[in-house]
């Protein structure tokens, strides 16, 4: 059997549905008249986990001579590091540093995620989207963030 | 009918206002400036702007957002035409004839045509809302807490049926975002649920940090990965004017586009993304020379795009009247409205009517701006065509993750955002459809209060979704859809097993 992003997909659901009926019992179902607040989780749980069984069998029965899908290509994996990365560590950054080490951080990290990116339009990049976020969201409306934050 | 004329008049005091056609200025070229961007569709131009509209006045807020989501269409078409790459489903059957068109040098004309039938189209969607809704909010008065239950099952089945990726995997999806829409406090009983003892959780995921993550996020990734650049059509965009041929053929078209996509936009779910594909068939199977289809068509570009534009007016009734969105757009759109602290509904023409009808009357303003702004600034559209992807793309992450840390000032929802990218990408990968994702998540919290209520209404009893006609259509309808679907499926399983 070869594996296909439908068996990730199918233990997904069965993974979720599980947690959520699991859950949903010790909220507390009630009854059909008075329905707790555990009464959804369960019903949809369950619903989810027959989902996930049925696309499992479906993936089982079809994946005879289908190309198997690799969850992520190997060139999205650069992009899909860096982009988290950055956001992450902007996350991080923008709480007691403040925006502009964030944003600093969030850009170049950033930049990282495509190979076609020059190290020389990278001040520049810094510079442009800088002033364009700074333009907009502190002076254009008004959201008093700080900027800079020297107490660290 | 005089109370019909008095409400335009109102709607239209109310969107003619100074600050009202500001935030309509804003929002159509906005949203024209960066669904213009390739691989800016409108759903990602609106997930982003919505933390922009927090701050505002509701009705000034949805003027903004309508404003967005007119010029992010009307953006998506000129990348479509002039690029052949379609921001979202609906806009790809407009790469087929447009950008053949914008090849043989009538690039100028195409994008006349789908601005003047977007517009005509527009209008008419206008026109009918205006027509329509009140009528449609006083049935919808009559629904009970298991018809709306019933509609929602309804709307999410339906929606599914069409999900890229099959029915299960749609439905999943679905099911997966209504239960992620129950985070937080139980409002029947105050208990926590899924919160992991994370106290930001307890007033739930907020949507536009999800909105974000799922579309935005996702879709960087995926781009800068398919690294196959899409070649830039810089040649000239020639004379905007159609010819008085392509006129002859083009009129038609919108006419029969915006009929079929009128139609199509009221219907719960599946409507948006059926209308224009639809709209292209009927022209090519009408037409009398079929073959001419795909090599540059004027009625190729102008039948659909008016379909598409007529389906996302009328598919604001389901949406404003009902609380049932019908596609991803449209939930964004209600998300915006509860955040606001407006509850769609039959009420809402009667409770809201300065914002109801001020809303209608600066959706047809926003269509009239599009034509008279967006015409004459092709050419500065063209130009941001060109500017490279490697560049784009921090540019547009810098504006989420500033857009989102705005709303809460808390970094866990910088956090919330890496999580839901992550999450929206894999399914993205995995064929899930995000539409329905999205879809369940905001109609999630409205089928389970509904659901409860009519349950304790009829005493446990769960014939009533049965016993009362309405309600008994919506389930039919549904289950009717849902087999037509899983057959099919089933069908389709089976031919790829014995293949």
């Given at each position: 059997?070869?594996?296909?992003?439908?068996?990730?997909?199918?233990?997904?659901?069965?993974?979720?549905?599980?947690?959520?009926?699991?859950?949903?019992?010790?909220?507390?179902?009630?009854?059909?008249?008075?329905?707790?607040?555990?009464?959804l989780?369960?019903l949809l749980?369950?619903t989810l986990?027959?989902f996930?069984?049925?696309?499992?069998?479906?993936?089982?029965?079809?994946?005879?001579?289908?190309?198997?899908?690799?969850?992520?290509?190997?060139?999205?994996?650069?992009?899909?590091?860096?982009?988290?990365?950055?956001?992450?560590?902007?996350?991080?950054?923008?709480?007691?540093?403040?925006?502009?080490?964030?944003?600093?951080?969030?850009?170049?990290?950033?930049?990282?995620?495509?190979?076609?990116?020059?190290?020389?339009?990278?001040?520049?990049?810094?510079?442009?989207?800088?002033?364009?976020?700074?333009?907009?969201?502190?002076?254009?409306?008004?959201?008093?963030?700080?900027?800079?934050?020297?107490?660290? | 009918?005089?109370?019909?004329?008095?409400?335009?008049?109102?709607?239209?005091?109310?969107?003619?206002?100074?600050?009202?056609?500001?935030?309509?200025?804003?929002?159509?070229?906005?949203?024209?400036?960066?669904?213009?961007?390739?691989?800016?569709?409108?759903?990602?131009?609106?997930?982003?702007?919505?933390?922009?509209?927090?701050?505002?006045?509701?009705?000034?807020?949805?003027?903004?957002?309508?404003?967005?989501?007119?010029?992010?269409?009307?953006?998506?078409?000129?990348?479509?035409?002039?690029?052949?790459?379609?921001?979202?489903?609906?806009?790809?059957?407009?790469?087929?004839?447009?950008?053949?068109?914008?090849?043989?040098?009538?690039?100028?004309?195409?994008?006349?045509?789908?601005?003047?039938?977007?517009?005509?189209?527009?209008?008419?969607?206008?026109?009918?809302?205006?027509?329509?809704?009140?009528?449609?909010?006083?049935?919808?008065?009559?629904f009970g807490s298991a018809e709306y239950a019933a509609l929602v099952f309804c709307a999410l089945v339906a929606t599914a049926s069409?999900a890229?990726?099959?029915f299960?995997?749609g439905i999943g999806s679905g099911v997966?975002g209504v239960l992620?829409g129950?985070?937080?406090?139980?409002?029947?009983?105050?208990?926590?649920?899924?919160?992991?003892?994370?106290?930001?959780?307890?007033?739930?995921?907020?949507?536009?940090?999800?909105?974000?993550?799922?579309?935005?996020?996702?879709?960087?990734?995926?781009?800068?990965?398919?690294?196959?650049?899409?070649?830039?059509?810089?040649?000239?965009?020639?004379?905007?004017?159609?010819?008085?041929?392509?006129?002859?053929?083009?009129?038609?078209?919108?006419?029969?586009?915006?009929?079929?996509?009128?139609?199509?936009?009221?219907l719960p779910g599946a409507?948006?993304?059926?209308?224009?594909?639809?709209?292209?068939?009927?022209?090519?199977?009408?037409?009398?020379?079929?073959?001419?289809?795909?090599?540059?068509?004027?009625?190729?570009?102008?039948?659909?795009?008016?379909?598409?534009?007529?389906?996302?007016?009328?598919?604001?009734?389901p949406?404003?009247?009902l609380g049932v969105p019908g596609?991803?757009?449209?939930?964004?759109?209600?998300?915006?409205?509860?955040?606001?602290?407006?509850?769609?509904?039959?009420?809402?023409?009667?409770?809201?009517?300065?914002?109801?009808?001020?809303?209608?009357?600066?959706?047809?303003?926003?269509?009239?701006?599009?034509?008279?702004?967006?015409?004459?600034?092709?050419?500065?559209?063209?130009?941001?065509?060109?500017?490279?992807?490697?560049?784009?793309?921090?540019?547009?992450?810098?504006?989420?993750?500033?857009?989102?840390?705005?709303?809460?000032?808390?970094?866990?929802?910088?956090?919330?955002?890496?999580?839901?990218?992550?999450?929206?990408?894999?399914?993205?990968?995995?064929?899930?459809?995000?539409?329905m994702?999205?879809l369940g998540?905001v109609l999630g919290p409205m089928f389970e209060e509904n659901f409860r209520r009519a349950m304790?209404?009829?005493?446990?009893?769960p014939?009533t979704f049965i016993?009362r006609?309405i309600s008994l259509t919506f389930l039919v309808l549904g289950i009717a859809i849902l087999l037509?679907a899983t057959?099919?499926?089933?069908?389709?399983?089976?031919?790829?097993?014995?293949?």
């Open positions: 059997m070869k594996f296909h992003a439908d068996h990730a997909v199918g233990v997904l659901f069965i993974a979720a549905g599980g947690v959520a009926a699991y859950l949903g019992v010790d909220y507390g179902f009630g009854s059909l008249s008075e329905m707790g607040p555990g009464a989780p369960i749980g369950a986990l027959i996930g069984v049925a696309l499992l069998l479906q993936a089982h029965l079809a994946s005879e001579g289908r190309p198997s899908i690799a969850l992520m290509p190997r060139e999205e994996l650069r992009p899909f590091v860096a982009i988290l990365a950055a956001l992450f560590v902007f996350g991080l950054l923008v709480d007691s540093a403040g925006l502009l080490p964030g944003l600093f951080a969030l850009v170049c990290i950033g930049w990282l995620a495509d190979r076609r990116g020059r190290l020389k339009e990278l001040p520049l990049l810094l510079l442009a989207i800088g002033a364009i976020i700074v333009a907009i969201f502190y002076f254009g409306l008004g959201i008093p963030f700080h900027l800079l934050d020297w107490s660290i | 009918m005089p109370d019909f004329f008095s409400s335009i008049v109102l709607g239209l005091q109310v969107a003619a206002s100074i600050d009202n056609l500001f935030y309509c200025l804003l929002g159509v070229t906005l949203g024209t400036a960066i669904g213009v961007l390739p691989g800016v569709g409108p759903i990602i131009t609106i997930s982003l702007l919505l933390p922009l509209t927090f701050g505002l006045p509701p009705t000034g807020s949805l003027i903004l957002l309508a404003g967005i989501y007119y010029g992010a269409a009307y953006g998506g078409s000129t990348t479509s035409i002039l690029l052949n790459l379609p921001g979202e489903a609906s806009s790809a059957v407009t790469c087929l004839d447009g950008h053949q068109m914008a090849r043989r040098g009538r690039a100028g004309s195409a994008l006349a045509i789908a601005a003047l039938g977007s517009f005509f189209a527009g209008t008419v969607g206008t026109v009918l809302i205006a027509a329509a809704a009140p009528a449609m909010a006083s049935i919808a008065a009559r069409i890229k990726g099959g299960i995997k997966l992620l129950l985070v937080g406090a139980d409002v029947a009983s105050g208990v926590f649920r899924f919160t992991f003892g994370i106290s930001e959780l307890r007033d739930g995921i907020d949507f536009a940090v999800l909105a974000v993550g799922l579309f935005a996020v996702s879709e960087i990734i995926t781009t800068i990965g398919s690294a196959g650049k899409p070649e830039i059509v810089t040649s000239k965009v020639g004379r905007l004017w159609p010819s008085r041929d392509e006129f002859r053929r083009a009129w038609p078209a919108v006419l029969r586009g915006t009929t079929l996509g009128s139609f199509l936009g009221i409507g948006l993304a059926m209308s224009s594909f639809s709209a292209y068939m009927v022209e090519k199977s009408i037409s009398e020379q079929p073959d001419r289809f795909g090599a540059g068509a004027v009625e190729g570009v102008a039948a659909p795009e008016a379909a598409n534009n007529a389906a996302s007016q009328t598919a604001f009734i949406t404003l009247m596609s991803p757009v449209m939930a964004l759109f209600l998300g915006a409205l509860m955040i606001q602290g407006i509850n769609p509904g039959p009420s809402m023409i009667s409770n809201n009517p300065a914002l109801f009808w001020g809303l209608v009357g600066s959706m047809w303003i926003g269509n009239l701006m599009l034509v008279i702004l967006n015409l004459p600034l092709i050419g500065l559209w063209v130009k941001l065509l060109a500017v490279p992807y490697h560049w784009l793309y921090l540019f547009v992450l810098a504006f989420a993750c500033v857009g989102v840390y705005s709303i809460g000032f808390s970094s866990l929802q910088i956090l919330t955002l890496v999580v839901f990218g992550a999450v929206g990408y894999l399914l993205k990968r995995a064929d899930c459809s995000l539409a994702f999205i998540f304790s209404l009829s005493r446990g009893d014939m016993h006609p037509a057959t099919s499926l089933v069908r389709k399983g089976a031919q790829e097993a014995t293949d």
